[in-house]
């Protein structure tokens, strides 16, 4: 069975700082890995995803994460943050494709300070 | 731009009431998709529907649950009889097939449960 582990339930950044969530999957077959993100009342939307094609992987908003296998991570980062990036940011991981349901991290609340 | 549109957005019930909580999922997609969320926890699989059954469920998705697609338009999910432990945010998603990702969910706001 497949897992995905954010490290830190908060992450608070300044604006023009570097953003990095930490996402760590666990998957015995080879995994699709996602990150969602959810603005304060409102559903949660596709940022990226990465599906066994280029390891980097770029978003929108300026967000791009890299897959490594050798450390199975999957980390969200974006190299400026901007005030309308505050928001919750779920990491997902499924391992067979198609449509398998979805293993969401518990979340990572993004706060940007002016 | 379509979006999947959830009702209601907050909803309080009494315990062993019954619940429906709606959905209307974008008009071309085929797969449809139950999560829920407890305060602080993780977003959790409830179950999955294409072509009017279930595809696949979750250990959380027993026999007070159900599924339904009444008409062309709405998903419903129906708990018979809520438990306190049934409060959550749930959400709603579908997703197309034949995208170059049929993993794309596309999620509504979600419908917040609060059971007494």
Avoid at chain 1, 72 to 92: G, I, N, Q, R, V
Avoid at chain 2, 81 to 98: R, W
Wanted: glycine share 6%; hydrophobic share 35%.
């Amino acid at each position: 069975a497949q897992s995905v582990t954010q490290l830190g339930s908060h992450v608070s950044v300044s604006e023009g700082a570097l953003v990095l969530l930490r996402c760590n999957y666990s998957s015995s077959v080879p995994p699709y890995l996602f990150w969602y993100v959810q603005y304060p009342n409102q559903g949660l939307q596709l940022l990226l995803k990465y599906t066994s094609a280029a390891t980097l992987v770029k978003g929108i908003n300026g967000f791009e994460a890299e897959f490594k296998k050798s450390e199975t991570s999957f980390h969200l980062t974006k190299p400026s943050a901007h005030m309308s990036d505050a928001a919750e940011y779920f990491c997902a991981v499924s391992d067979r494709g198609g449509n398998t349901p979805l293993v969401f991290g518990k979340g990572t609340r993004l706060s940007v300070i002016a | 731009e379509p979006e999947v549109t959830q009702t209601p957005s907050h909803q309080v019930t009494q315990m062993g009431q019954e619940v429906i909580l709606r959905c209307v999922p974008i008009s071309n997609h085929l797969y449809f998709y139950w999560y829920r969320q407890i305060l602080g926890q993780k977003v959790e699989f409830l179950v999955s529907f294409y072509n009017n059954e279930i595809s696949e469920k979750s250990e959380i998705f027993d026999d007070q649950f159900s599924v339904e697609r009444p008409d062309g338009s709405n998903f419903t999910l129906k708990i018979r009889s809520t438990k306190l432990e049934d409060s959550a945010m749930y959400f709603c998603a579908s997703s197309a097939m034949g995208t170059p990702s049929p993993l794309e969910l596309f999620f509504g706001e979600g419908s917040r449960l609060t059971v007494l």
